[in-house]
């Protein structure tokens, strides 16, 4: 494989790559509209396609001229070759006929002289050349994509719906004691009265991100660019820690309920634990809000097999199918939707809430980057300010999972 053809051949798998990852976006989209952080990639990915298929073009258009002038070659080569026929090989089909070669040779016979000298010619010891001779010619070739297995998803963030974040700090209004209306006692008796008295919940957001400093060496030369998998990485672990800040206060900030779902379960005693949870939420947030049932990914291998995604007419649940494996919704039980989430950071965990009890709040800054000359490098970051808020503990409600 030529030079060119190296070249072609790296600019398409690079496009492949990220055609895969542009695929993996869309998919974990889930057919929503993509987030901030989710477009930001997309678009990224879309102006790189761009610049390799435009440096591909001159790449293509000598490959097409040299395949060309090849083919040419080849055809002219026939009238080329005239009358000079290569000499034919010599075989010999027997000893004897060799001994008597080389008799006639002896008394100086010249055609016997030249049938031995090409048969020495042809048989002579060929030395043999091997790959380990010529390491400096063979390129190393880089399968993209870079392997790394990492969830970037946000099933509960993204199932709660991030709102715009509106300063560097604020607040949210809470009645905390209704007006009451009451049956008069008696006539013209005084009605009952009672103020209304209105909170409000404080919240600070947090800014969340990281940054690497990335040599100019590495970016000139690295294929795929490094560049590129460095922000996406940095996006993803913001991600990651976005949804685990929201999970983990949401469940610590929630209401220990009196739900427990056995060791061994049956497909009953699930429904029972959401329906008695669903309850709980219910009183809380006089049924404001969407139910939402948050679980650790092992606690899903604990209640996906009670329910077979064969949907018959008298179940709680359409079922779950092992072949929907990743982060985020999974199906439903008794209506509640359920999402898997590594959030929690560590095993058995579930939670049921309404999206009217919690709220998660940001402003992504994204990805920002400087030129450091005195180091030949450029530094990279990836940042945004996050908050969560609980509204109502008692509309979050623990299910103990034995």
Do not use: C
Request: hydrophobic share 40%; proline share 5%; charged share 20%.
């Amino acid at each position: 494989m030529g030079a060119t053809d190296q070249m072609l051949a790296k600019y398409i798998a690079e496009l492949e790559e990220r055609q895969q990852f542009m695929d993996g976006i869309m998919e974990a989209a889930g057919g929503k509209d993509l987030s901030d952080e989710q477009a930001e990639l997309v678009s990224e990915i879309r102006d790189r396609m761009k610049v390799v298929n435009e440096k591909m073009k001159p790449l293509e258009e000598a490959r097409r001229i040299s395949g060309d002038s090849s083919e040419r070659i080849r055809q002219l080569a026939v009238y080329m070759q005239g009358d000079n026929q290569p000499p034919q090989q010599i075989e010999y089909r027997s000893a004897g006929e060799y001994a008597l070669d080389m008799w006639r040779g002896g008394l100086g016979d010249e055609d016997a002289k030249g049938r031995l000298h090409r048969w020495g010619h042809e048989h002579r010891a060929a030395s043999h050349e091997t790959t380990s001779d010529i390491t400096g010619l063979l390129p190393a070739p880089i399968l993209g994509p870079v392997i790394q297995f990492i969830d970037a998803a946000r099933p509960l963030v993204g199932a709660l719906g991030p709102r715009q974040l509106p300063s560097a700090s604020f607040s949210r209004p809470k009645v905390t004691q209704h007006t009451a209306v009451a049956a008069q006692s008696a006539e013209k008796a005084e009605l009952t009265s009672q103020k209304m008295v209105i909170g409000k919940l404080n919240t600070t957001p947090v800014t969340l991100g990281g940054y690497v400093n990335v040599s100019s060496q590495s970016i000139r030369w690295s294929e795929p660019q490094v560049m590129d998998i460095i922000i996406q990485d940095l996006a993803a672990q913001y991600a990651i820690l976005t949804e685990s800040t929201a999970v983990q206060a949401f469940y610590a900030g929630g209401t220990t309920g009196t739900v427990t779902i056995p060791g061994t379960p049956s497909a009953t005693n699930v429904a029972a634990a959401l329906w008695g949870a669903a309850g709980q939420v219910y009183t809380a947030t006089q049924g404001q809000g969407r139910l939402i049932a948050a679980v650790s990914p092992d606690v899903l291998g604990i209640i996906g097999p009670l329910f077979a995604p064969v949907n018959p007419t008298n179940a709680q649940s359409s079922g779950f199918s092992a072949a929907d494996f990743g982060s985020g919704v999974v199906g439903s039980v008794a209506g509640i939707t359920v999402v898997v989430t590594n959030g929690f950071g560590t095993t058995k965990r579930m939670m049921v809430l309404s999206s009217a009890a919690a709220e998660v709040y940001e402003d992504r800054i994204g990805s920002l980057s400087v030129v450091e000359p005195s180091v030949l490098g450029v530094q990279v970051a990836y940042a945004g300010l996050f908050a969560d808020l609980i509204v109502e503990a008692g509309g979050i409600v623990k299910v103990t999972v034995a």
